[in-house]
């Protein structure tokens, strides 16, 4: 194991257990095995179900402190608290940098850093429906590029997103462009290609409105009585969905697995994963999985998405918001010989191996690591 001189701290903050322990699990390894003392923050709840902070930090080798995130208020006396609760944690803890990720954390952690005048590394993972054209989302916009250009380094998932705050006042020179947060190559390993004639859809997102679920199951519904063609999904659903979800499930147009802890079996069985976002997120990791398992995807032309894809090559772009093009393109992958089908996931299976695996992001994070402290 190698030491790091006068052990220091790192601190990581994301906004859910996911953010945290799933996509950053190597860069946490990688700084254990180095002699850092990594501290860990984040919600140990998720949709009212219990998480494994506690269970994850001992087998990691690290620590975890709770921290409650309400990723959805607004509520100023909230906000406050979650201020307040990571300026306590930085006091008590004293790390030598900060890892930050997802909106709250970037922007209430960056602050504390400033602040407390502790080095920190901040990841835009996308700008979700936050920052939009509306006040509220340009003041947030604003205060996000502020605290962006007092960081000590910036790490972008995306050329959109980078150009976007380049273009309304982001100058820090110390910004890098990172391939999403990478994937596991070896977690998400090759799986050979399904045989028979049947065809199945995976819809592995979210169940909301901005990750595409409406014109999935608009294209789902044209085909419920092809019992050759079959439309999975599997996410955490929002609750302006449940009562159309068992309705589809009963007459059934889809299956529906709801939360699935892991989703590489259901990816195995599939013939073509189906995400048709328009959501504002950095690069989907939901893509970066199943292509690392060789299966070819149709997803939209749209920032976080078309950059997992070689349209036409390792699967398909489509148009945000437009069922009728989407459905277009799911009857020509229908279409398609066996033969060509299983050529584009071997070519997203190779495409993952040369521009995003995670240990091109776990190299990137000690190197920035390492220039700071």
């Known amino acids: 194991m190698r030491r790091v001189k006068d052990t220091k701290k790192i601190l990581m903050i994301g906004n859910c257990y996911t953010s945290i322990v799933h996509f950053r699990r190597e860069l946490i390894q990688e700084l254990v095995s180095s002699g850092y003392d990594v501290w860990m923050a984040f919600p140990n709840h998720s949709h009212g179900e219990q998480e494994n902070g506690e269970e994850s930090s001992k087998e990691l080798g690290c620590k975890f402190v709770e921290l409650y995130i309400d990723r959805r208020s607004t509520r100023i006396s909230k906000e406050i608290a979650l201020l307040r609760r990571i300026f306590q944690l930085l006091r008590e803890i004293r790390p030598d940098c900060t ?54 380094r910036v790490f972008f998932q995306n050329t959109h997103d980078m150009e976007l705050f380049r273009k309304r006042g982001l100058s820090n020179p110390k910004t890098d462009l990172l391939p999403g947060s990478g994937v596991n190559l070896s977690r998400y390993s090759f799986a050979d290609y399904p045989c028979g004639d049947n065809t199945v859809f995976l819809y592995d997102a979210r169940i909301m409105r901005e990750k595409g679920i409406d014109e999935y199951l608009y294209v789902a519904s044209m085909y419920k009585d092809r019992s050759d063609i079959q439309f999975y999904v599997c996410g955490d659903c929002e609750d302006d969905y449940s009562s159309i979800l068992s309705e589809l499930v009963e007459n059934k147009t889809i299956k529906y697995f709801g939360r699935v802890s892991d989703v590489r079996p259901l990816i195995k069985e599939c013939n073509c994963i189906v995400i048709p976002s328009f959501y504002n997120e950095g690069v989907s990791n939901c893509l970066l999985e199943a292509a690392s398992c060789g299966r070819p995807i149709v997803t939209t032309d749209h920032a976080g998405c078309r950059e997992v894809v070689d349209d036409g090559v390792t699967g398909f772009l489509v148009k945000p918001a437009d069922k009728e093009n989407l459905k277009r393109i799911i009857e020509k992958f229908i279409d398609m010989p066996a033969k060509e089908r299983k050529e584009m996931g071997k070519q997203a299976r190779e495409k993952m191996e040369r521009e995003f695996s995670r240990e091109i992001v776990v190299n990137m994070y000690m190197k920035a690591i390492k220039e700071i402290i």
Do not use: H, Q
């Open 99 to 152: 890892l930050l990720f997802t909106i709250k954390p970037n922007i209430y952690g960056g602050v504390a850093s400033i602040f407390l005048r502790v080095p920190f590394i901040v990841n835009i993972t996308g700008l979700g429906s936050g920052i939009n054209d509306s006040l509220r989302g340009k003041l947030l916009l604003r205060s996000y590029i502020s605290i962006c250009n007092r960081a000590n």
